[in-house]
């Protein structure tokens, strides 16, 4: 395959960075990615800011999936795991109002932020869903081009982030 210097650059953000070229199981390592730009919004940024950049990044995600599954001629391509660093923060917003998960300061009454059996049950929970791919995930992967890539992703970061909710976890 025979790429412009644009299409081999937005192959690569496509691909996690790199993190999608990676075996075994690119889709755990573009996890990582995305358990590390979740963990960035949640250590930094208010609430309200959190909100705005995960929402803010999934538009232009669907658009470059899509573009990647034309550039490499495949649908919803192992190697295109943008979809998952996208969706982890949707893990963690069931959890966005409760005391002390964001940094002391940012919310009222906050201890701290998340411990880390915080992230790395977001982490597995994600996983969990993302490869069982209960009912209504593996339906949505049928949508068309990108929108068929991220929003299967979106779904099971919701389900992770309903179960992780329920946990007893700080």
Do not use: H
């Not at 299409?7 to 199981?25: K, V």
């Amino acid at each position: 395959m025979t790429c412009k210097p644009t299409e081999r650059y937005l192959l690569w953000i496509a691909q996690g960075f790199g993190s999608g070229r990676m075996r075994p199981a690119p889709g755990t390592w573009g996890s990582g990615v995305g358990l590390a730009w979740a963990a960035l919004l949640v250590l930094v940024c208010p609430p309200w800011l959190f909100w705005i950049l995960s929402v803010a990044v999934v538009p232009p995600a669907i658009w470059i999936c899509g573009r990647a599954e034309q550039l490499l001629g495949e649908t919803d391509p192992n190697s295109v795991v943008l979809d998952e660093i996208v969706a982890m923060p949707f893990c963690f917003y069931p959890r966005l109002l409760q005391p002390g998960f964001f940094p002391v300061g940012m919310m009222p009454d906050d201890s701290g932020p998340p411990g880390a059996a915080v992230f790395v049950a977001a982490f597995v929970l994600f996983r969990f869903f993302d490869v069982l791919k209960p009912p209504p995930i593996r339906q949505l992967q049928r949508l068309p081009g990108g929108w068929g890539v991220v929003v299967d992703d979106l779904v099971a970061a919701g389900l992770a982030g309903i179960v992780l909710g329920l946990l007893p976890l700080r």
